[in-house]
Nanobody
Framework: QVHLVESGGGLVQAGGSLRLSCAASGRTFSNYAMGWFRQAPGKERESVAQ????????VYADSVKGRFTISRDNAKNTLNLQMNSLKPEDTAVYSCAADTNFRALINAHAEYWGQGTQVTVSS
């Protein structure tokens, strides 16, 4: 079992920045590919970014490329998402997820999910 807890969400003005973190506990963190996903009210879950267990492979959604940066610290069992140049359309609940299969995670198939943290970007 892997327990995931997100933090760092909040309210920010358009153009601002936020840094989300996901703390993992349970099984060996470095065995898992990790990812961030988001879901806005009335919309389907959307992929944001995924990172392989070693950090050597990273995938971003086109909508966040150049603005968001995903990273992980396997020594601290932590996944991060630096979000810059935020836009109102980035408003959503952001969740982290873990799976041993990187390709599956890219397709939003994850064995473990966090509860999510709200990000609201005002115009």
């Amino acid at each position: 079992q892997v327990h995931l807890v997100e933090s760092g969400g909040g309210l920010v003005q358009a153009g601002g920045s936020l840094r989300l973190s996901c703390a993992a506990s349970g099984r060996t963190f470095s065995n898992y590919a990790m990812g961030w996903f988001r879901q806005a009210p009335g919309k389907e879950r959307e992929s944001v970014a995924q990172i392989s267990w070693s950090g050597s492979r990273i995938v971003y959604a086109d909508s966040v490329k150049g603005r968001f940066t995903i990273s992980r610290d396997n020594a601290k069992n932590t996944l991060n998402l630096q979000m810059n140049s935020l836009k109102p359309e980035d408003t959503a609940v952001y969740s982290c997820a873990a799976d041993t299969n990187f390709r599956a995670l890219i397709n939003a198939h994850a064995e473990y999910w966090g509860q999510g943290t709200q990000v609201t970007v005002s115009s």
